[in-house]
T-cell receptor, first 114, second 109 residues
Framework: DVKVTQSSRYLVKRTGEKVFLECVQD?????MFWYRQDPGLGLRLIYF???????EKGDIPEGYSVSREKKERFSLILESASTNQTSMYLC?????????????FGQGTRLTVV | QKEVEQNSGPLSVPEGAIASLNCTYS??????FFWYRQYSGKSPELIMF????GDKEDGRFTAQLNKASQYVSLLIRDSQPSDSATYLC?????????FGTGTRLQVTL
């Protein structure tokens, strides 16, 4: 059973704080992703990684960075949190299988920036 | 133009009816397509995927793909109240998935 675990379910941070969201998967998946989900906008890809120390920008990387020092862990960093980063953040992982990239999601972190 | 487009709904169907959810995509290079179900306050869970033209059936669910028309659909037969959720369509890119905004389905008693 694939397990993707995010460190926090709910988080409240102040504007300007540096915020770390952690994600761990236990299935030895190569790919890991960070999405944010907002009403009416759906799931938008922030960053993804296809290998340790490798990262690629998604559709909305501005204001975020990521770190992947170990295969099982992918961290999302908000360098200086702003109110427009209040959102639901979802981590996902998947295997590399040619065109078949089934993704499994963590439970989500609802971040509120005040 | 969004890469993956869905009607946001809500789509309301009576219990026992067939629910038809539709999705179009713009990237002709996409090879695989996925349907996820998301209950309110929960994370998405995969229902099924399809990568060949035609139909793919799994229980009450049937996915349909038409690459010429760049169109993917999900049919839910014998709809149940427990099927009430948001359904997300996703298209595979280079090692990543691009999602539509989702269609909210309501199955009424």
């Amino acid at each position: 059973d694939v397990k993707v675990t995010q460190s926090s379910r709910y988080l409240v941070k102040r504007t300007g704080e540096k915020v770390f969201l952690e994600c761990v998967q236990d299935m030895d998946h190569e790919n890991m992703f960070w999405y944010r989900q907002d009403p009416g906008l759906g799931l938008r890809l922030i960053y993804f990684s296809y290998d340790v120390k490798m990262k690629e920008k998604g559709d909305i990387p501005e204001g975020y960075s990521v770190s992947r020092e170990k295969k099982e862990r992918f961290s999302l960093i908000l360098e200086s949190a702003s109110t427009n980063q209040t959102s639901m953040y979802l981590c996902a992982s998947s295997t590399l299988r040619g065109g078949d990239t089934e993704a499994f999601f963590g439970q989500g972190t609802r971040l509120t920036v005040v | 133009q969004k890469e993956v487009e869905q009607n946001s709904g809500p789509l309301s169907v009576p219990e026992g009816a067939i629910a038809s959810l539709n999705c179009t995509y713009s990237d002709r290079g996409s090879q695989s397509f996925f349907w996820y179900r998301q209950y309110s306050g929960k994370s998405p869970e995969l229902i099924m995927f399809i990568y060949s033209n035609g139909d793919k059936e799994d229980g009450r669910f049937t996915a349909q793909l038409n690459k010429a028309s760049q169109y993917v659909s999900l049919l839910i037969r014998d709809s149940q109240p427990s099927d009430s959720a948001t359904y997300l369509c996703a298209a595979e890119g280079v090692s990543k998935l691009t999602f539509g905004t989702g269609t909210r389905l309501q199955v009424t008693l």
